[in-house]
């Protein structure tokens, strides 16, 4: 049976302040935290699989063999309690807890292809790494999605736009894996098209990633070499499945996949999120949000449901708005608009997705009319763009 059938921020701490007190802000920002380095093929001859254990689970595991023999024992003669409450839920322990800055990076990878979902890249992630960032010494895989530098310069990007395109950065790794995804779909149609080979595309393409399109070419289906391979991601899908449906988080206003409504009508980019030389100032730094140009006075939106806690005028910034979303994942989410020509919000008002909150303005150091629009969680700046509902 196939994959597919078998399937049913802390916020930023250095607040702006009011007009006239010293402060930096978008175009001439703080010193911010540096953000942790982050972590993240062409055609596979050789299966892929998950990294062994290292020495440390080899010398404890046959001490933890006993320790589980010995509570099983009692358990049964009731010493212990079982090990599930009765009004508990075994899936949820097994869950998988995805740090949610990937999870915009996982829906547009998928969104580049029909064949994609996020909980197919989620669950090949999960096959290949278990989610840590770390190298085999032996293959030289590197990062979540455990890619070589050969594999990489094939498929790798630097799509978060911060300058550096690394396999051990967690979006540029899921980008790189759904174009690989993609690419060997588009193989893998063709070839079922043209009657060489038979069986699920979704599966076609992940047998096509562990073993090679030739391998699936000369078997005209889903090689015995790919069969482990298949079983495993399909049995971490349950893990994922969430990431399908709309908005896991819980009320984005927005369509199906992404987090964040736009906060204007229209999402045309002047100046994407990256480093940048200043128009105004000459320095080069990290522009911390994107700039969406718009006519003066269009009306601003907040992009999420949440709470106002910030709304005031700013040397830099201008007249802006910071919205708190509360947490997604354990990790708290702000969205921010900046050199707005009014503020339409209060702090302390509570909004919802495409509730009115200002007006597009040039107030603060600014070149023209648009939007600032930035994406804090747990405070640290990142890309806006997968956030929102056209996918950026």
């Not at 921020?9 to 540096?34: K, S, Y």
């Not at 290292?54 to 309690?81: D, H, I």
């Not at 998928?110 to 840590?132: F, H, K, N, Y």
Request: aromatic share 6%.
């Amino acid at each position: 049976m196939s994959i597919r059938s078998r399937r049913a921020p802390q916020v930023n701490d250095e607040r702006p302040t009011v007009t006239g007190a010293a402060q930096d802000t978008d175009e001439q920002q703080p010193e911010h935290p540096a953000q942790p380095e982050q972590p993240g093929q062409p055609e596979q001859g050789g299966k892929r699989k998950r990294r062994g254990p290292g020495p440390f689970t080899l010398l404890l595991l046959p001490g933890l063999v006993t320790v589980t023999g010995v509570a099983t024992f009692f358990a049964l003669t009731g010493g212990l309690p079982t090990p599930w409450p009765e009004d508990s839920d075994p899936d949820q322990a097994a869950a998988v807890d995805i740090d949610p800055s990937y999870v915009p990076w996982l829906r547009k990878a998928a969104s580049a292809c029909t064949l994609l979902e996020p909980s197919v890249l989620a669950a090949q992630i999960d096959q290949l790494s278990g989610w840590r960032d770390d190298t085999d010494e032996i293959s030289g895989e590197k990062g979540i999605a455990a890619f070589t530098d050969t594999e990489w310069r094939t498929w790798g990007k630097d799509d978060d736009g911060n300058g550096n395109s690394s396999p051990r950065d967690p979006a540029d790794a899921i980008m790189a894996l759904g174009r690989q995804d993609c690419s060997l779909a588009e193989k893998v149609t063709e070839l079922r098209t043209e009657g060489r080979v038979n069986g699920d595309l979704v599966d076609l393409t992940l047998a096509a990633y562990s073993s090679g399109t030739d391998a699936v070419t000369k078997a005209g289906r889903v090689p015995p070499t790919a069969e482990t391979y298949l079983a495993e991601v399909e049995a971490l899908l349950p893990r994922y499945e969430a990431l399908d449906r709309a908005d896991p988080g819980g009320g984005a206003g927005g369509a199906a996949g992404a987090l964040l409504a736009a906060p204007v009508s229209e999402l045309t980019i002047s100046s994407p999120y990256g480093s940048r030389e200043h128009p105004l100032t000459g320095v080069t730094k990290l522009h911390t949000g994107v700039d969406f140009a718009a006519p003066q006075g269009a009306q601003v939106v907040a992009a999420r449901q949440g709470r106002v806690v910030f709304a005031a005028p700013t040397a830099a910034y201008g007249n802006r708005i910071v919205i708190d979303h509360g947490t997604i994942e354990g990790k708290r989410l702000e969205t921010t608009y900046s050199h707005l020509s009014s503020l339409e919000a209060a702090v302390g008002q509570t909004v919802e997705a495409g509730t009115p909150i200002g007006r597009v303005g040039s107030t603060g150091l600014s070149t023209g009319p648009h939007l600032h629009f930035e994406v804090v969680l747990d405070g640290y700046y990142t890309d806006p763009r997968p956030w929102l509902v056209t996918g950026g």
